[in-house]
Every structure is written in structure tokens, then in C-alpha cells.
T-cell receptor
Framework: GAVVSQHPSWVICKSGTSVKIECRSL??????MFWYRQFPKQSLMLMAT?????????EQGVEKDKFLINHASLTLSTLTVTSAHPEDSSFYIC????????????FGPGTRLTVT | GQNIDQPTEMTATEGAIVQINCTYQ??????LFWYQQHAGEAPTFLSY????GLEEKGRFSSFLSRSKGYSYLLLKELQMKDSASYLC??????????FGGGTRLMVKP
């Protein structure tokens, strides 16, 4: 159990367009979902934390108007990168946690975004 | 912030043993995770330590000393497929997980 999926697994978009990434918990209800960004050869950097039905909490330095996060249900969170620029190209990973399952975060497979 | 420190890179020989160390700030600390991440993939869970001591799980073991703010991941009988990044992550009050920079392990024949 505890499977998290992400869609799409990779996406290429043009500068100035918006891209939506979905994160789903397939076999459990995720009370909290996390969005991370990872640049090559670097570790995961937390972007924001979202609890179902409430506004996301963004980490310092992450623009909430640029990275829109919606956690509308206990199994789905979305990250929308608005007006994407080449510097937004990165590996975006979501994770999900359920209070019933303790503190462990279950990671999705990641989405590689390339902005041209 | 809660600095999580681990070596950037390590190299070891197939069949050998390697220990990857991690230090963290102890204030507000709740537990320590180790993840394995292959290039281009998401991290996969290896271990979670809350209490002091060594926890063994097959070829992988993880150790924690809460008073010293120190943990290590021990990999035995190294295989080529163990070449990956190993991420140390500390859980702090408020259930916030903070990742270290990761240790890239290269296993050579």
C-alpha cells in the first residue's frame, strides 16, 4: 500500500505558458501533501505543504502566485507553474502523508519539467 | 534552519561495506529518515529511526544517537545497483521533514 502517482511524468512547455502537475494518493487518504523541487545533483527542496481543504503553506522564497497549489480532496493535489520560464525547469516531486500511517512521507515518481 | 550535513560523494568497491554519516540539529528533533534515490527517480524509503541504536534491515542498517545529533546508514555486501544518492532527512516539530544534500555513492567493480 501507500502508492503515490504523478502526472505527467515529463513535460516540455514554452516559456510563458502554464503547466499543471497532478499528485494522487492511490490507496490511502493523504491529509497532507508536500511539493518539492530538485535541481540536478542537488537535494530535495521543499516548496510548500498543503492540507486538504486549506491554503498551502509556502517556504520562504517560493512565489505563491507563480506556483499555485490546490489540495481539493484527500487524494489529489495539483501544482500549477504559471508563466513558466527556463529557470523553472526542474524535477518536481510530490509526497503524501496520512495521519493514520504515522510520519512517513510517500513519494510520487516525479515530474521532469523542461521550459524552452 | 536545521542544518543536515552529509558527505557529498563516496566511492566504494563491490562487496565491501560503506558507512554514510549524517549530522543534524537536535532542537525539536523527532526522528531520522534515510532514503535512496536513483538518478531521475523519486526517493524510496529505507529506514526510520526514532530511538537510539542500530536497526538492521537486510543489507542496510541505520544508527541513531539523539544526544549527539548523529546518524549513519551502513550498507553491507555492496552491489553495483546500490550506486545512488542517499538522502538523510530529519523530522522536526510540526512534522516538517528537512533533507540533507544527499550523498552520491558510486560502487565500483
Amino acid at each position: 500500500g501507500a502508492v503515490v502517482s504523478q502526472h505527467p511524468s515529463w513535460v516540455i512547455c514554452k516559456s510563458g505558458t502554464s503547466v499543471k502537475i497532478e499528485c494522487r494518493s492511490l490507496d490511502f487518504q493523504a491529509t497532507t501533501m508536500f511539493w518539492y523541487r530538485q535541481f540536478p545533483k542537488q537535494s530535495l527542496m521543499l516548496m510548500a505543504t498543503s492540507n486538504e481543504g486549506s491554503k498551502a503553506t509556502y517556504e520562504q522564497g517560493v512565489e505563491k502566485d507563480k506556483f499555485l497549489i490546490n489540495h481539493a480532496s484527500l487524494t489529489l493535489s495539483t501544482l500549477t507553474v504559471t508563466s513558466a520560464h527556463p529557470e523553472d525547469s526542474s524535477f518536481y516531486i510530490c509526497s503524501a502523508r496520512s495521519e493514520d500511517r504515522g510520519f512517513e512521507q510517500y513519494f510520487g515518481p516525479g515530474t521532469r519539467l523542461t521550459v524552452t | 534552519g536545521q542544518n543536515i550535513d552529509q558527505p557529498t560523494e563516496m566511492t566504494a568497491t563491490e562487496g565491501a561495506i560503506v558507512q554514510i554519516n549524517c549530522t543534524y540539529q537536535t532542537s525539536g528533533f523527532n526522528g531520522l529518515f534515510w532514503y535512496q534515490q536513483h538518478a531521475g527517480e523519486a526517493p524510496t524509503f529505507l529506514s526510520y529511526n526514532v530511538l537510539d541504536g542500530l536497526e538492521e534491515k537486510g543489507r542496510f542498517s541505520s544508527f541513531l544517537s539523539r544526544s549527539k545529533g548523529y546518524s549513519y546508514l551502513l550498507l553491507k555486501e555492496l552491489q553495483m545497483k546500490d550506486s545512488a544518492s542517499y538522502l538523510c532527512a530529519a523530522l522536526y516539530a510540526g512534522n516538517m521533514l528537512t533533507f540533507g544534500g544527499g550523498t552520491r555513492l558510486m560502487v565500483k567493480p
